[in-house]
């Protein structure tokens, strides 16, 4: 399944402990960024940055008593991880070659330098997934969005929506640093409209994590938005990038969606303790927030409510 069944951690420290965690990113990124400033930092130091973002977390995490090896998803999830991600560029793939092949503007029928160069293209993802987008969603979203929502009440949908928002906003402002010192812009409407897609992109982000859980299933999203494999060559025009932004978010969150609803429909679910078993479904359970599902079971294990003579529903807390 893409959703391993790992649940909300419960951390032990104060919100003293993510907001130092946060501070000292910022400190040590702006610190990196002035050492060496330009747009891009050599391969070296953007390993350096991700060992350090990972080191950092495990640290704030072995503080709150929480095992980062209890937060990694299952191997058997990266299946799924690579059907859904496959999935979303498919798509998009397609909506490109027939917007090329119609005469839009910015999208032309030649091949884009990934489809002409993939084996370099592939080493560019890969090299992006491993010292930045694993590093940023460890720590944004498997510590930081989990430590809100935790904060915030825990598993309710006004706290699940907290962590999502809240993060979301801490993970533009964390890209501060690069735009005024290794980019060297200053305040204009630019950083407006950047931060606010990049707010953007952490709800999207958050929003897939929220849903599932997965870890590398937002990185494998966040390498492949930095790196998008494309087949032809695509300019999208300046005044555009926004409109096309929230297209491409909302579209992978609503097809991250539609895969978790159907796979805890089709996934047998054998029923554990502290289940409710029902003889019929009754649609979502009123008061739980997102953590109770109605799941089908066509094997019921040792609950003491359950026959195990037929399909029954089952009313889960995760």
Known sequence: MLRPDIGLPRFSGGPLV?????LLVIVVLSGLM????????PPVLGMIWGVFL??????????ETVSLRSLLPPVRTLV?????????????????????MGGISGFEVSLSRTAA???????????????????????FRTYLQQKVTRLAGGTTRRAVLSGIALVAVLFALFHLP???????????????????????????????????????????FHASMNHPPVIVSVSIPSELHLVVSVLEYTVMVSLVYLTVRLSRRLTPYRVTAGDICLDREVGRVGGS??????????????????????????????
């Open 18 to 22: 993510p907001v130092a965690t946060y």
């Open 34 to 41: 002035t050492i060496s400033p330009g747009a891009s930092p």
């Open 54 to 63: 990972v080191a950092l977390t495990a640290g704030a995490l072995r503080i």
């Open 80 to 100: 799924p991880v690579i059907e859904v991600v496959t999935a979303f560029w498919g798509l998009y793939n397609l909506v490109a070659v027939a917007l090329a």
């Open 117 to 139: 160069h993939p084996l370099l293209y592939l080493a560019a993802l890969f090299s992006s997934l491993l010292f930045t987008a694993i590093p940023e969603e460890l720590l």
């Open 178 to 220: 690069r735009w005024f010192l290794a980019s060297g812009h200053g305040v204009s409407s630019a950083l407006a409209a950047r931060l606010f897609g990049l707010t953007l992109m952490g709800l999207a982000y958050g929003s897939v994590y929220a849903l599932t859980g997965n870890l590398w299933l937002v990185a494998l």
């Open 289 to 318: 927030g997102l953590a109770a599902y109605v799941l089908p079971v066509c094997r019921c294990g040792a609950a003491p409510d359950c026959s195990a003579s037929s399909c029954l529903w089952v009313v889960h807390y995760s």
